[in-house]
């Protein structure tokens, strides 16, 4: 894969690292992020804190903006929603061959969605190390916070890359089944799966208690087990849609 | 084939018996067979809401085993959702066909809850039994009787106010403060040599520390010639003399004792006492102070007749009850809740400056839009400013971890520690207040461990304790040395307090004349006593700083005293403030900030209408108690308080102190031998 498919903001790209739109939409995030650390900063000392026996809320306040915002993005970076169109396009609903469905999905695809989705985090990253520090948030468990905001976000590209493989760009039903999705494994999850939701996770993670999983394993493995199945089912999926649409277009 | 069959059956008769018979053999030493008997308190008594012996004899005919044995006491209401339990453990060893005692000291404040004993094997329960505490409690201070042959009717002439109990010897605790709810212990000469060291040493300390014994001679006196004995009674014994009558007890109870068979008394001669009663210049009751308690000697059997049917046996140990030692325990004035608050507000970690922050993130947003903006402008460059872009991000990520962090944040767990210290006149015994707070933002399970004794430590439980789980109290003994195994929630605190009377080498005199007021005070322990002061007639005073084992001469002129304003109430205030900087720097000028105000109202309370004594109090920057964490490089901080009332004399009882034999000072011994241990104690 070349650097230049990645710095490639014309409609060709899903989702183009560098586009002016794309640009904006980011710094938007890294700007809620900002705004809200400021806001739940602490400003009473550490030892209020302690003798309440309250623990700051800038580490779930963070990582669930965090997760939310990032997981949100990669949804509509997967569905192309992202992608540079001029102002006509969106009413012709034209149909463009990106580059994604031009090349193998395991050589191009996945690859573009794994830097895209890290190159988000680790914008955030310095954000997300003061809020988890101020916390006392330690370092295997804020890495294990980051992983889950990884992962999920990881997902959620899959998932909107195939849905935008079945509906195209324009539908409206691939609009809805995205953003359903993202309510059900974001939020639903927490009422009926516990151990499945990341924002449970990251709650528990803020309280420093184990939320029973049910099986011999700790939640966070078993989020993380189900997560991975889940992203290699959905790359296995978009590999296989990829190709059967590249083997269409070449019959045609 | 038949044949075969007929040559078989009978082997098979033989072997098989011979089979089960090795089975038999051989399974009961791979079963673990234990039974497990106690003795809970003083012949199964204890009184409530004081610490209590706890005996437990395991028999294993079994294999060996390795094992925890553990006590659990389990505290609190349901009702107001404090139920807490205490855990106290200790490894055991079991070999084949042994039997061992093991003795636990336990607080038990609620009989509603049973105690549970168990023993455990790699988390395994190899046994457990609980005891329904309901009959065994006690509301009546004890006096536990032990001895041989100790008759029910012996119990039933004891004073009415204590509840008299006949203990066995080996059931008497190992740690001094299993004394907690024993008023008078009458110990017969027999149970002296019966007593395990462990069991002597305790009752050594517990005596020292306001405990009070009543043994008694016999003919058979060999146990007070034993070297380890003497430490608790140095008895020198001159003979027997044969008598009929003890004339002299009428003067001590109101009734005399004769007899016309005759029968015997022992001569005896113990250092550094008193004889209370003497027959024909024969001791008959004899006392020996140590420190804060005492020993009464008897040179009579009291279990022996005459003794044992004389009608006068009611008065005489009602007698025996009123000589017990006055301890006055001192109160502590400050609330738990006001110490806790200002230790917890003494923790030296803190949050960055909102500003600090603020500046962070606007450095930080401002840079990535710039290079945003080039790279969003400038195609050709846009490998270079990817390049800044994640530049920026690594320095930033690495700025995030070492500037913005807690302050101090990294010492975690820590933890801080307030001795309070109160010392009445020259007793070398002071009243001791020992709060320990443990801190973590991260939680965690650690292990604390106070040194290589015994204490009474219990927990202090949070006040508002609906939303808080409340974390049991683990103590661990192995070889008498405790180790507390303390669970911590993240952002969280634990308390625990240790009660007792402790040892605090620090003299002192003062005495006054038509001149004025001489403070002499001599501090023999390793610590510094800072910021002392010293309330007197109404007035307080600085006396400074006493370095460690130091001196500290002081004179007031008569004018002085009368030239320093009186205390007033209405200022206490600003007198704290000219006294502790502002703001509080260290652990130390936190407490004396939080804490100094109560205390300078307390003290005028009590003292502002007496001139027989004066008070001083001062601060000790240091722990009084080493405590270890299992946690290396954690650094916690200890603040000392002294209380210390010291009677004000006259200068020419001064002087008849220095002067006069016979008179004694306060570092001597009622038998006027300077005391050694003073010394020896530091």
Known sequence: MRFDYLTNDTEKSLAPFFSRRMLDITFACIWILGVLLMILWPLKAPSHFISEYRVPLLFPGIFVAALLIHSYINLRCGRGEMSQDDFLARFERKKVITLEEEHEYFSYGLVQSLLHTLFLLLLMLPLLIVSAAISGISLPVFAKALSILFTTSLLCRLFGFLMYLFYGRWSKLGYLWTRMFFIFSIFFTGFFVGPVNPILLIYSFHRGVEIPSGFPMSVYSLYIMIVACAILLLTLANQAMVRHNMHKERST | ?682
């Not at chain 2, 009546?140 to 006949?166: A, M």
């Not at chain 2, 634990?494 to 001599?522: A, C, H, T, W, Y």
Request: with cysteine; net charge positive.
């Open chain 2, 1 to 682: 084939m038949i044949i075969h069959r007929s040559f078989i059956s009978p082997l098979k008769y033989l072997f098989g018996p011979l089979f089960i018979l090795l089975l038999l053999g051989v399974i009961p030493a791979f079963s673990a067979s234990i039974s497990l008997d106690y003795s809970l308190g003083f012949n199964g008594l204890f009184q409530l809401g004081k610490w209590a012996p706890l005996n437990i004899m395991l028999e294993n005919k079994g294999r060996t085993i390795r094992g925890t044995l553990e006590v659990v006491v389990t505290s609190g209401s349901e009702y107001r959702r404090d139920v807490h339990y205490a855990t106290y453990s200790m490894d055991i060893e079991l070999p084949t066909n042994s039997k061992k005692l093991y003795s636990f000291t336990i607080l038990i404040d609620s009989f509603t809850h049973p105690l549970i004993m168990r023993l455990k094997q790699s988390q395994r329960t190899l046994l457990s039994t609980s005891l329904n505490l309901r009959p065994h409690y006690a509301t009546k201070r004890l006096v536990p009787v032990v001895g041989e042959g100790i008759t029910t009717d012996f119990i039933s002439i004891l004073p009415k106010g204590v509840l008299p109990v006949i203990s066995p010897t080996r059931f008497l605790p190992e740690t001094w403060y299993g004394y907690d709810g024993v008023e008078m212990l009458i110990l017969h000469a027999s149970a002296l040599n019966q007593l395990r060291e462990r069991q002597l040493i305790a009752l050594t300390e517990w005596v020292k520390r306001g405990g009070y014994i009543v043994t008694t001679g016999s003919l058979n006196y060999g146990a007070f010639l034993e070297e380890r004995t003497r430490r608790l009674l140095p008895v020198t014994i001159l003979g027997f003399k044969r008598i009929f009558e003890l004339n002299s007890l009428e003067g001590f109870c109101g009734e005399g004792l004769s007899s016309p068979d005759p029968f015997l008394i022992l001569n005896t001669e113990i250092d550094e006492s008193v004889a209370l009663l003497k027959e024909d210049d024969i001791p008959i009751i004899i006392q020996r102070e140590m420190l804060l308690g005492k020993v009464i000697f008897l040179a009579f059997d009291y279990q022996m007749p005459p003794f044992a049917n004389w009608t006068g046996r009611c008065s005489f140990w009602n007698e025996m009850l009123a000589l017990k030692p006055l301890v006055a325990r001192s109160s502590f004035d400050f609330e738990e809740r006001k110490i806790i608050s200002s230790m917890i507000s003494g923790i030296p970690t803190h949050f960055p400056r909102f500003i600090l922050a603020l500046s962070f993130f606007a450095v930080y947003a401002i840079l990535v839009r710039i290079i945003f903006m080039r790279v969003g402008g400038n195609r050709g460059r846009r490998r270079r400013n990817v390049s800044y872009l994640l530049a920026i991000i690594i320095v930033f990520s690495v700025a995030s971890c070492w500037v913005l962090p807690l302050k101090n944040g990294q010492r975690d767990p820590s933890y801080s520690s307030f001795h309070h210290v109160k010392k009445m006149g020259q007793n070398i015994i002071a009243s001791s207040r020992y709060i320990v707070g443990l801190y973590s933002i991260r939680g965690g399970d650690y292990q604390i461990s106070l040194g290589p004794t015994c204490s009474p430590i219990t927990p202090i439980l949070p006040y508002k304790t609906e939303d808080i789980p409340l974390h049991s109290l683990a103590v661990h003994e192995n070889d008498g040395e405790q180790t507390i195994s303390v669970s911590i929630d993240r952002w969280s605190h634990r308390f625990f307090q240790i009660n007792s009377m402790m040892k605090f080498p620090i003299q002192g005199k003062v005495f006054q004349d038509e001149q004025g007021l001489v403070i002499m005070i001599e501090n023999l322990i390793p610590h510094a006593i800072v910021d002392c002061q010293m309330y007197f007639a109404n007035r307080l005073f600085s006396l400074g700083n006493i370095a460690p084992r130091g001196n500290l001469v002081k004179r007031l002129a008569r004018s002085d005293i009368s030239q320093k304003g009186l205390f007033q109430v209405e200022t206490v205030e600003k007198l704290v403030d000219s006294i502790v900087p502002y703001p509080p720097t260290s652990f130390l000028e936190v407490m004396q900030k939080d804490l100094m105000e109560g205390l300078l109202r307390s003290v005028h309370s009590r003292y502002h209408s007496r001139e027989d004594a004066l008070h001083l109090f001062g601060w000790i920057e240091s722990d009084l108690i080493s405590i270890n964490l299992n946690h290396s490089g954690i650094n916690g901080e200890g603040v000392a308080l002294l209380e210390w009332e010291i009677p004000v004399r006259s200068s020419k009882e001064h002087i008849t102190a220095e002067l006069v034999p016979g008179h004694r000072s306060p570092s001597e011994t009622p038998s006027g031998k300077k005391n050694p241990r003073l010394r020896d104690l530091v």
